[in-house]
């Protein structure tokens, strides 16, 4: 019990700032002012407070597709670089076996799935650079068609920060994966847990401005906290301008190292909120100066080649 106060003298004692009006605090966030505390403080701990930006680590590739180069071994590979980032994407399964409960990296758990890469991107039949083009195969379910694949007490008793769910804009099962995404929003808003809208792409689905434009902003629209996209050679500053709540890009098939790096960073010049990045990490040849060389582009101001000289002093030392 608390010791009693025992002033007599009561106002003239005590300090009650009465001149000082009580700070209204601000919310760094695009998009995020509104929400409630715990969704904010989550949000805090995936992006920092000090830049409003993020490195999310993706290695939730296994849960399509199996052991993806450099994924062979997560604890061989993943954990070296979890200190570098800000967020760990990936699998219930993986973060169970593998990532060890005294992270203080935020978690952002992918929550649907449901078929593999041998399962056809989708049924389609068109034409493709000049050529007709059929895809899906009878009897198979296409890559769109998706369930959500975690309870939200599951995702609870993981402590995720995030939850992920793939997005199939213009697909075949469009409307199941938007299903997919909103019941994830509606059963993650109970708890204040933010949720993913992670933009799929296939040969069906072309990677232009106005697809991205669209499927980010259909996502943010239905509640979607943050909205996971490609990059654009083109007009990606449109894409993040249009979207209202924060844009992280995905790395896509690994590059030379300097191209990731410029990628990076023309995403964040161009208003995205940090990256999501998988492959353009783990498969780099070196994985941890690579990891350093982005947290210099999305952290700390550098520019591509500045910090392709951090990765390349890094690598020659090891
Ligand atoms: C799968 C995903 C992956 O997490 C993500 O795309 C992988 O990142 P990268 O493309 O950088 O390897 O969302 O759809």
């Given at each position: 019990?608390?010791?009693?106060?025992?002033?007599?003298?009561?106002?003239?004692?005590?300090?009650?700032?009465?001149?000082?009006?009580?700070?209204?605090?601000?919310?760094?966030?695009?998009?995020?002012?509104?929400?409630?505390?715990?969704?904010?403080?989550?949000?805090?701990?995936?992006?920092?407070?000090?830049?409003?930006?993020?490195?999310?680590?993706?290695?939730?590739?296994?849960?399509?597709?199996?052991?993806?180069?450099?994924?062979?071994?997560?604890?061989?590979?993943?954990?070296?670089?979890?200190?570098?980032?800000?967020?760990?994407?990936?699998?219930?399964?993986?973060?169970?076996?593998?990532?060890?409960?005294?992270?203080?990296?935020?978690?952002?758990?992918?929550?649907?799935?449901?078929?593999?890469?041998?399962?056809?991107?989708?049924?389609?039949?068109?034409?493709?650079?000049?050529?007709?083009?059929?895809?899906?195969?009878?009897?198979?379910?296409?890559?769109?068609?998706?369930?959500?694949?975690?309870?939200?007490?599951?995702?609870?008793?993981?402590?995720?920060?995030?939850?992920?769910?793939?997005?199939?804009?213009?697909?075949?099962?469009?409307?199941?994966?938007?299903?997919?995404?909103?019941?994830?929003?509606?059963?993650?808003?109970?708890?204040?847990?933010?949720?993913?809208?992670?933009?799929?792409?296939?040969?069906?689905?072309?990677?232009?401005?106005?697809?991205?434009?669209m499927a980010t902003r259909i996502m943010a629209e239905?509640?979607?906290?943050i909205v996971k996209c490609y990059h654009t050679d083109?007009?990606?500053?449109?894409?993040?301008?249009?979207?209202?709540?924060?844009?992280?890009?995905?790395?896509g098939k690994k590059r030379p190292e300097l191209d990731?790096?410029?990628?990076?960073?023309?995403?964040?010049?161009?208003?995205?909120?940090?990256?999501?990045?998988?492959?353009?990490?783990?498969?780099?040849?070196?994985?941890?100066?690579?990891?350093?060389?982005?947290?210099?582009?999305?952290?700390?101001?550098?520019?591509?080649?500045?910090?392709?000289?951090?990765?390349?002093?890094?690598?020659?030392?090891?």
């Open positions: 019990m608390a010791d009693l106060d025992t002033s007599t003298a009561d106002k003239q004692d005590k300090e009650y700032f009465t001149d000082t009006p009580q700070k209204v605090p601000d919310f760094f966030l695009k998009g995020s002012h509104q929400y409630d505390w715990g969704l904010k403080n989550r949000l805090s701990k995936v992006f920092n407070p000090k830049t409003g930006r993020t490195i999310m680590l993706a290695f939730d590739h296994g849960y399509f597709m199996g052991p993806t180069t450099g994924l062979e071994r997560v604890d061989q590979t993943i954990l070296p670089l979890e200190p570098h980032c800000d967020c760990l994407m990936l699998t219930r399964g993986i973060q169970r076996s593998i990532i060890p409960a005294s992270t203080q990296k935020a978690i952002a758990l992918r929550s649907s799935g449901g078929t593999s890469m041998i399962s056809p991107m989708d049924e389609w039949e068109g034409e493709l650079d000049g050529k007709a083009l059929k895809l899906g195969r009878p009897g198979y379910e296409p890559l769109s068609y998706e369930d959500t694949a975690v309870d939200i007490e599951e995702a609870i008793r993981l402590n995720a920060s995030v939850l992920a769910v793939q997005v199939f804009i213009g697909s075949q099962h469009e409307r199941r994966s938007l299903q997919n995404l909103t019941k994830t929003i509606d059963a993650a808003a109970r708890y204040g847990i933010a949720v993913m809208g992670v933009t799929a792409v296939g040969r069906a689905m072309a990677r232009t401005p106005k697809y991205f434009r239905l509640g979607c906290h083109e007009e990606f500053e449109t894409v993040t301008s249009c979207c209202p709540v924060p844009i992280v890009i995905a790395g990731a790096l410029q990628m990076a960073y023309d995403a964040c010049e161009q208003g995205a909120s940090g990256v999501d990045m998988g492959r353009n990490i783990f498969q780099a040849d070196a994985p941890v100066p690579m990891m350093k060389a982005v947290r210099g582009v999305v952290h700390e101001g550098m520019k591509p080649a500045e910090a392709f000289q951090l990765y390349n002093d890094l690598k020659n030392e090891a």
